[in-house]
């Protein structure tokens, strides 16, 4: 385990002490400075500090402290997939009665985790050439709780059920329509509440190759749920879905617990996973490379100490800035520029579904918000300005061609090449630039994976690729349809600031569809609220200020937030609750206040 000094600047006083921790310092007798100091602050290079303590020991004010730095453990390994391949470090521990949330970065493990409960991958204890047999594993878990879960496995006493991340994947294997497909396998009775709490009447009839990525995502979480089992695994299971729609779901996936069955959940939705969760199991480590599992934390706990980066319990630091959320709307930084797109009332019908549009307007250097259920006639807007669809009725007004770059709902891997190639033949010559790899390639993590072929990503790499793609185009207007969709917390906030850098420094207008209230609040200048019946008809609302957009939408979902004292990170309030009353009253829905303790 690396171990590096850690400085308290509130505490530090160097003009008082003379600076004596950077006199002690041992590289810097050997001309090497571990600790600097720049306009009389000091600066702590983890590259250099060895974490020997003379520092720690020195400092008068008691300013530094040492703590560990991520790295790989030299036993605990619970699985590798090979040489030189990912290794697992450690377990969560499941416990009836309890939902436990897996949190972490994309690629740290948590599938992983998932498949070795539900037996699908047989763990090997990092002894990838001889795998141990079950007496063996058992063995190594003696003494706790795992111990008994994995000996019900191998003598097959343990029924376990698992909704897998890719649910778009379920027709390639499994065909028919949703209503009989549940009814077979509704072993507990529960399905016609489900179907009416999850909103599966209105697709009972239908197939599922025709399904929409959040339909599909309902169906398979109904149908774990109506299994009979003692265990429960959900991979991500808000993918796709709407506020509500998530909010039903955790719902759902917490009744389980009136049973006392054992729940883990992985998921990225920070309010979601803290409306369900009742427990955290926070996993870091380097992505593609290792990954550990903490202790299980209480639910606030936890998601904190996965924001603020820091394992109090385990003194380990594996982020180098906190995650912060600001609690008033943000302010825009560049005055709004010239209108750049105007559009007329317009309407689209499809079979079953109509959409209608009130005039508005976006202008450039500014961020588009929108928010909405699903089925509610976003994607069709989007095409509309994109060009893809023509409206009935209406149009948009511009004062000259503009050129767009779209990016979809549902991407695929259909390029045959590098990831490489592909962002060189749409970025061109940008692709050589210092900004173009500082301001896109670099935040949006894209730089490891510029060698992989297109064809062989994950969903999240997809996704990554997909957003770089649109944002390497040169155009006036940019569209981007749910970019969060398979991405972790860091990499959602980091995407929403990579967008708003480009928008303001290219002096450019975007759209951004986006179910996740929390980076919409980091993304968007203004809001477009869609209102309607989802299905049946739709209502674009003109764009409108980010408090009266957020109170419009969590208004009309019947849901408010308040705030995390320590983090500010929003938190959804328990239906009815004194708060929750408290803020319907003063039609205050998602900017609350927060009192410092």
């Not at 090497?32 to 003379?54: H, N, T, Y």
């Not at 509440?193 to 109904?222: H, K, M, N, P, Y």
């Not at 199991?281 to 980066?309: D, K």
Request: net charge neutral.
């Amino acid at each position: 385990m690396i171990r590096v000094a850690v400085l308290d600047k509130d505490r530090c006083k160097p003009k008082r002490c003379g600076r004596l921790c950077y006199r002690f310092c041992p590289k810097v007798r050997s001309k090497i400075e571990a600790i600097r100091f720049e306009d009389d602050k000091p600066l702590i290079v983890e590259a250099l500090c060895v974490g020997c303590g003379i520092c720690v020991k020195k400092c008068p004010f008691k300013a530094l402290s040492i703590v560990n730095l991520p790295d790989e453990l030299e036993k605990e390994c619970s699985h590798r997939f090979g040489p030189n391949a990912f290794k697992l470090f450690r377990l969560p521990t499941p416990s009836p009665g309890v939902v436990l949330g897996l949190l972490g970065q994309n690629g740290i493990g948590k599938t992983t985790t998932l498949n070795i409960l539900s037996g699908e991958t047989k763990l090997n204890l990092g002894n990838y050439d001889e795998p141990p047999e079950w007496p063996q594993i058992v063995q190594h878990f003696r003494g706790s709780i795992l111990q008994e879960y994995f000996q019900k496995l191998s003598d097959d006493e343990l029924r376990v059920v698992h909704k897998p991340q890719y649910v778009d994947k379920i027709p390639r294997v499994v065909s028919g329509d949703v209503g009989s497909l549940l009814e077979k396998v509704d072993e507990q009775g529960k399905l016609k509440l489900l179907a009416e709490q999850l909103q599966l009447q209105t697709i009972w009839d239908r197939t599922l190759d025709v399904l929409s990525g959040g339909e599909l995502q309902r169906v398979a979480i109904t149908a774990t749920i109506c299994r009979n089992a003692d265990v429960y695994l959900f991979d991500e299971p808000s993918s796709y879905l709407d506020v509500k729609q998530r909010l039903e779901v955790a719902r759902a996936i917490r009744g389980l617990k009136k049973d006392e069955k054992t729940v883990m959940v992985a998921e990225h939705d920070l309010a979601v996973l803290d409306y369900l969760s009742d427990q955290i199991c926070v996993f870091y480590g380097t992505p593609g490379v290792y990954g550990i599992a903490s202790n299980v934390h209480g639910v606030r706990v936890g998601i904190n100490i996965h924001l603020e980066g820091y394992i109090p319990d385990e003194n380990v630091r594996f982020r180098k800035s906190a995650i912060i959320f600001h609690v008033k709307p943000p302010t825009t930084s560049l005055v709004a520029g010239e209108t750049l797109l105007k559009w007329d009332a317009m309407k689209k019908a499809f079979e079953g579904f109509a959409l209608s549009v009130v005039p508005g307007d976006a202008k450039q250097g500014e961020v588009i918000g929108i928010l909405g259920p699903n089925g509610i006639g976003k994607t069709t807007f989007v095409r509309l300005l994109a060009g893809i669809e023509k409206a009935d009725e209406g149009a948009t007004s511009m004062p000259y061609k503009l050129d767009v770059s779209y990016k979809p709902q549902y991407i695929s891997a259909e390029y045959k090449g590098t990831v490489e190639d592909l962002l060189k033949s749409v970025a061109k010559d940008d692709f050589s630039s210092s900004w173009y790899r500082s301001e896109i390639l670099q935040p949006l993590n894209v730089q490891p994976i510029l060698d992989r072929d297109v064809t062989e990503l994950s969903g999240g790499e997809l996704q990554k690729v997909a957003i770089t793609t649109c944002l390497s185009r040169k155009a006036q207007l940019y569209l981007l349809d749910e970019p969060s969709a398979f991405l972790d917390v860091e990499e959602r906030l980091s995407m929403a600031r990579t967008i708003r850098r480009v928008v303001e420094n290219r002096n450019v207008t975007a759209f951004v569809v986006e179910h996740d209230v929390v980076a919409q609040d980091f993304i968007a200048d203004r809001l477009m609220i869609f209102t309607g019946e989802p299905g049946v008809y739709g209502v674009a609302n003109p764009p409108t200020s980010l408090r009266k957009g957020m109170n419009t939408f969590l208004k009309d979902m019947e849901i408010t937030f308040r705030r995390d004292p320590t983090t500010k990170r929003p938190r959804v309030n328990k239906e009815g609750s004194k708060l929750d009353r408290h803020q319907k009253k003063i039609g205050e829905y998602y900017y609350v206040a927060t009192r410092e303790k």
